[in-house]
């Protein structure tokens, strides 16, 4: 477990798509990883995990609208993001090692975050 760069936020209209990606420095097929997101005056909150074996689980604010997936061979991870609501601004956060089950803890290992707004 190391570095972590997200990529592909940006400004969007409500009902929008988006595409985050999160390229580790180690192989994502060996861990947890999982998309994590924090809006302003907010604690940071479970998105999504994608699990080694592999399984997804959601947080019921975004299940049926985002997709969590991964490219082994690229080492990425992939957050779409569809029909996107003003309630989606944040700024998101690829974690590596997540905890497997609920409340699905965060390991220590961190991406710097992309930045998403959903305007009304």
């Known amino acids: 477990q190391g570095d972590l760069v997200e990529s592909g936020g940006g400004v969007v209209q409500a009902g929008g798509s988006l595409r985050l990606s999160c390229v580790a420095d180690h192989p994502v097929s060996n861990y947890n990883m999982a998309w994590f997101r924090q809006a302003p005056g907010k604690e940071r909150e479970f998105v999504a995990i994608?699990?080694?074996?592999?399984?997804?689980y959601y947080s019921d604010a975004v299940k049926d609208r985002f997709t969590i997936s991964k490219d082994n061979a690229k080492r990425t991870i992939y957050l779409q993001m569809n029909n996107l609501k003003p309630e989606d601004t944040a700024i998101y956060y690829c974690?590596?090692?997540?905890?497997?089950?609920?409340?699905?803890?965060?390991?220590?290992?961190w991406g710097q975050g992309t930045q998403v707004t959903v305007s009304s």
């Open positions: 974690n590596s090692g997540t905890g497997t089950a609920p409340p699905y803890a965060p390991s220590p290992y």
């Open positions: 994608i699990t080694w074996y592999p399984r997804t």
